[in-house]
T-cell receptor, first 115, second 114 residues
Framework: DAGVIQSPRHEVTEMGQEVTLRCKPI?????LFWYRQTMMRGLELLIY????????DSGMPEDRFSAKMPNASFSTLKIQPSEPRDSAVYFC???FGTGGYNEQFFGPGTRLTVL | GNSVTQMEGPVTLSEEAFLTINCTYT??????LFWYVQYPGEGLQLLLK?????DKGSNKGFEATYRKETTSFHLEKGSVQVSDSAVYFC?????????????FGDGTTLTVKP
């Protein structure tokens, strides 16, 4: 199995630029999660989809962040415009079921640096 | 709301030492409990889980018992190896109240020295 695939693995951009992170969940999984990890704030859940529908986006920091899941095999997280404080590792995870009792499978992450 | 409190790190042990990482939780419903491990440069991966009270999860020599009376899920290993060096996260998921979200602890960094 390929596991959860994220791209790019590393992204360096300048403040004000648009950044798009991509995720391909494990085939057959119907829940998808976007997380952000920093030393200061730890692991934060940004948004969660179930059957391609956003269920909870209360963790999205502000309007500069948006996420979409146009189909069961692809999701994007967009930051526009990016700011230095957005620098972090962004993880995508997927699971089968509603996500309550089932483990989440994490991708390798995208390390974002905003200069 | 739900919360998870983990023993603060970092934890440094010598090879073959006994490991305990404490985890307590607060939940209004009936959560499932998980331990995830994150190796350097990688995403989190499930180490073990327990879905109801008194269940014991185990994997790779690690184990944890779901204790509802003390709201705890402490991680233990009898003899650690250098390869166990990683960050360990305790997590809970409560289908009834969190719509499938998981609540993670802050993580505990373990370093095992030869």
């Amino acid at each position: 199995d390929a596991g959860v695939i994220q791209s790019p693995r590393h992204e360096v951009t300048e403040m004000g630029q648009e950044v798009t992170l991509r995720c391909k969940p494990i085939s057959g999984h119907n829940s998808l999660f976007w997380y952000r990890q920093t030393m200061m704030r730890g692991l934060e859940l940004l948004i969660y989809f179930n059957n391609n529908v956003p269920i909870d986006d209360s963790g999205m920091p502000e309007d500069r962040f948006s996420a979409k899941m146009p189909n069961a095999s692809f999701s994007t997280l967009k930051i526009q415009p990016s700011e230095p404080r957005d620098s972090a590792v962004y993880f995508c995870a997927s699971s089968f079921g509603t996500g309550g009792y089932n483990e989440q499978f994490f991708g390798p992450g995208t390390r974002l640096t905003v200069l | 709301g739900n919360s998870v409190t983990q023993m603060e790190g970092p934890v440094t042990l010598s090879e073959e030492a006994f490991l305990t990482i404490n985890c307590t939780y607060t939940a209004t419903g009936y959560p499932s409990l998980f331990w995830y491990v994150q190796y350097p440069g990688e995403g989190l991966q499930l180490l073990l889980k327990a879905t109801k009270a008194d269940d014991k999860g185990s994997n790779k020599g690690f184990e944890a018992t779901y204790r509802k009376e003390t709201t705890s899920f402490h991680l233990e290993k009898g003899s650690v190896q250098v390869s166990d060096s990683a960050v360990y996260f305790c997590a809970l998921s409560d289908l009834a109240t969190n719509a499938g979200k998981s609540t993670f602890g802050d993580g505990t960094t373990l370093t095992v020295k030869p």
